[in-house]
């Protein structure tokens, strides 16, 4: 086998240049070449001429999360049980108020559970650890909610001076700060800013609890629609913070939480969802995600039900037992397409964190409201090409299906202005069809 394409002359990248020149008969090779939110260029092709590898940092295999927010504990408990009976690993719950954690836990295994915490209750916190035997995973993000919702939940000092008293009761090794990067990706964030304002916003942490936290960050990040790029975008999040362990001389390797991206979800045609969330989930899985939670193709408007869940949970189970997926992590390993982009998307980031470092931090630049701008500047960009029919979503600016039936609404699924007075302005989550919706629901009668 070792000789099978010895007899093949190799062409050289130069070549296959020429070759394509005389195809395109005069036209400009230029026209080829297109270029990305992230201004990087793809090219027409790749070859090992030109070719830019880098370290594999793939995990050994990835686990399956379901999602669901804590409103009555043992109706909580009953899904969380059945959907792990069903094949998921984990399941994560969301909270933003205490409940009763022994109604919730019951019969359940402590180990497969996951907490995210929206509020610093400590004492809380410890009793839900100690209920849990601490085998489950507490995961909290007081900045994350300052940039999503204004505020803190006290002011920075009190929320800080509990998160160290929540530091000093957890082991040294156990994950509880949580760097909610996908909030940025659902208000519109560019690839290298989502990698960028995650390294600054956990170094945030760092600088203000001790090198210590390097150990205790987990990352939580939404995958998009742009495949091999939301693949590369991960590989070198990974790269990128072994490159903060250097500088604080620890050795780290990043433990990454991964789900869909809320921005391109729809409301009509809701099914082509299942497509837009099993590719992002497939990037998730060979960009090296450690664990994987899919969004039910209709949560954007309905409340969680039983039939949407499953599918939800079935397609990564498809991937995992059926498809291969967990035999395939470093598959993208010589990829010249995925190398090359891993490496200028995490050159790209790299740059804007190191601005974000010199003009005072990820804190100080969320008071500025430079974050905010930035952003939203990219979240514009991207709207305007949505707009155009340049960003196409299949059923809502792009084949639309004028029999489709009334959708039934649960709740409202379009973005949420703040009231009341806020410390800075919110990173507010925005999809791309919210307009076309209003439009397409105002003619079949419905109206908010």
Do not use: C
Not at 92 to 105: A, G, K, M
Not at 192 to 217: M, R
Request: glycine share 4%; aromatic share 12%; net charge positive.
């Amino acid at each position: 086998m070792s000789n099978l394409f010895e007899e093949f002359k190799k062409i050289s990248s130069k070549e296959w240049k020429q070759k394509i020149q005389v195809d395109l008969k005069g036209l400009d090779y230029q026209t080829l070449i297109t270029r990305t939110p992230e201004q990087i260029d793809i090219k027409p092709f790749y070859h090992y001429d030109d070719f830019i590898a880098t370290k594999q940092l793939a995990p050994k295999q990835f686990k399956i999360s379901q999602e669901l927010q804590i409103a009555n504990p043992e109706i909580a408990n009953k899904i969380a049980r059945k959907a792990l009976d069903a094949g998921a690993d984990f399941f994560t719950f969301y909270f933003n108020r205490p409940f009763d954690i022994q109604s919730l836990i019951k019969d359940l295994e402590p180990s497969q559970l996951i907490f995210k915490a929206d509020m610093l209750d400590t004492d809380f916190i410890k009793k839900l650890y100690e209920q849990t035997q601490g085998q489950s995973q507490i995961l909290i993000d007081p900045i994350g909610h300052l940039a999503r919702f204004g505020n803190w939940y006290k002011n920075e000092t009190k929320d800080f001076e509990n998160l160290k008293i929540l530091q000093n009761y957890f082991p040294d090794t156990y994950r509880f700060i949580d760097i909610s990067s996908y909030q940025y990706k659902n208000a519109g964030a560019s690839i290298t800013q989502e990698l960028a304002y995650s390294l600054s916003h956990a170094v945030e942490y760092v600088e203000k609890l001790g090198v210590q936290t390097l150990h205790q960050i987990r990352f939580s990040m939404a995958n998009g629609s742009h495949y091999f790029f939301e693949i590369a975008k991960l590989k070198a999040l990974r790269l990128l913070w072994q490159l903060i362990g250097d500088e604080y001389d620890t050795r780290l390797t990043a433990n990454v939480y991964t789900r869909p991206s809320l921005r391109n979800k729809t409301i009509f045609d809701p099914y082509v969802n299942m497509l837009r969330t099993g590719m992002e989930m497939m990037s998730a899985i060979l960009g090296g995600s450690d664990l994987v939670a899919n969004m039910p193709f209709d949560s954007v408007y309905k409340k969680s039900n039983k039939f949407s869940e499953r599918i939800a949970r079935n397609q990564l189970i498809i991937l995992q037992k059926e498809a291969g997926f967990e035999a395939a992590l470093d598959s993208t390993k010589g990829n010249y397409f995925v190398e090359e982009n891993t490496y200028k998307l995490a050159d790209k980031a790299l740059e804007i964190f190191k601005l974000i470092e010199k003009s005072g931090g990820f804190l100080s630049q969320l008071y500025k409201g430079k974050i905010q701008q930035k952003i939203a500047e990219s979240a514009d960009k991207e709207q305007a090409l949505f707009d155009e029919g340049k960003l196409v979503l299949v059923g809502t600016n792009k084949y639309p299906n004028p029999k489709e039936p009334k959708p039934e609404i649960d709740f409202y699924p379009f973005m949420k202005k703040r009231s009341g007075q806020t410390l800075i302005r919110p990173v507010i989550p925005k999809r791309l069809a919210e307009k076309i919706e209003l439009e397409r629901l105002n003619q079949l009668g419905i109206s908010f």
